[in-house]
């Protein structure tokens, strides 16, 4: 179950300019990315938007598998 203060978060950063999955228990924010100059700037949008989270890459499909044990 996700705490308020996780929600609030989750609302505060609504403007991550990418479709993603935050992890909240292994602090790791997962981003569906296709192209190698998007790749490149993650680490500084982890540092703007999740700053003390991992950047990851995975695909869509990968984002919806991880989404659905998320909420389980």
């Known amino acids: 179950m996700v705490s308020l ?3 609030l978060l989750d609302i505060m950063k609504t403007k991550f300019p990418y479709e993603h999955v ?3 228990e292994t602090k790791e ?3 569906s990315c296709n192209s190698a100059t998007t790749a490149l700037g ?3 949008l982890m540092k703007k938007y ?3 989270y991992i ?3 995975g695909s869509k499909e990968y984002l919806d598998t991880l989404r659905n044990q998320l909420a389980h």
Do not use: E, L, Q, S
Request: overall charge positive.
């Open 42 to 44: 993650i680490p500084a």
């Open 22 to 24: 935050i992890n909240y």
């Open 5 to 7: 203060f996780n929600w």
């Open 29 to 31: 924010v997962w981003i």
């Open 50 to 52: 999740y700053p003390g």
């Open 55 to 57: 950047g990851r890459i």
